[in-house]
């Protein structure tokens, strides 16, 4: 076995109602006024309000920022942080989807940093070094069960003028607690739940064949793509089943510890300038160039890991050769993300194939790309965007 190393620092707290925990939590954190982030859906369904109920019982107050956008920007994490300042908040709670979970990082982060938040992506003259202990603490409650921002190490901001999604990685913004309420998910209409979905799925699939990857990784992601393979489809039928919302919620966590310690690979590489530069939803783009990438990556390193795979969605692999069984789970993925209605082709998403040289550049750039088993060159990333079109 080869070496590895294995750090996961949050408190996690699953269950229907836990929210109304979040007072005792922040507590225990010893906060005396709270930011609450998240975006306006979060005071239409409640969240907020049951968030700040629950701070002023244990004596907390509690100043609201519920502005967020998808695809968060630059100037919309470091106001928001302004505001943090100016109100002397000690802790931050981030509550929403993936986008308000990583602005509340990006504000933890600047709260206790000079300059702006493009200064701490991974690529910025700060970078990962940047990001100190100082960093305030966090509170993580997703709405949606899609980025698993909750049980990670990123955030991803958009700069808008350059028309670049970049990350901030940091073990700094791990959360100190994630309260995964399966309650709260049951808002998310059918269109949602797929998208955010297959967007988890194809984390722990890039998480399970990065060149990081690991024994207890390997666990973890197929167990989190069983889940949402098995899952997801009843969820879009009938999101009111608790039940079934909290499988696809602990599927989901399960890929934000995968990918905390693998990275995600080309296809997560590829969506982010699919997404800077056509506006196209994250799990949508990501969705659409995984197929490619699955083939691309069927190497040697990768067979036996998709028949297991394959094994695990339920093919029946003992009387197939070697790569007709690797194929499958190909076949069986492909499938899967056209059967939840996510899947389509960039042609199909309206993106415009003369941008694909200068998507190539800024995919080149993306450190997630470091993570794929394959050094993958120019002329590799360009051909995926064709096969993709």
Known sequence: MKEFRFHFPVEYIFGPGKIKDVGTEAS??????????SDPV???FGWIDTVKNSLSE???EAVIFDKVEPNPTVPL???AADIAKENSCDLIIGIGGGSSMDVAKGVAVMMAHPGTIWEYVESGPKGIPGITSATYPLILIPTTAGTASETTRYAVITHPELRIKETVVSKYIFPKVAIVDPELMSTMPPEITATTGADAFCQSLEGYTSRNAQPLTDLLALESMRLIYNNLPRAIENGKDIDIRGKIAWGVSLSGIVIAHTGCTAAHAMSHPITAHFGIPHGIAVVSVTPATMRYNLINATREKYIELARTLGAKVENM?????????IELVTEFLKKVNVYKRLSELNVEREKFDQMTKDTLTMGALKCDIRDATY?????LFEESF
């Open 42 to 44: 979060g005071g239409k």
């Open 379 to 383: 002329e590799d990333i360009y051909r």
């Open 77 to 79: 994490v470091d106001g």
């Open 28 to 37: 225990s954190l010893g906060s005396k006024r709270a930011f609450i982030v």
């Open 58 to 60: 244990k004596g907390i």
């Open 321 to 329: 050769s070697e790569d007709k069984a690797a194929e499958k789970a």
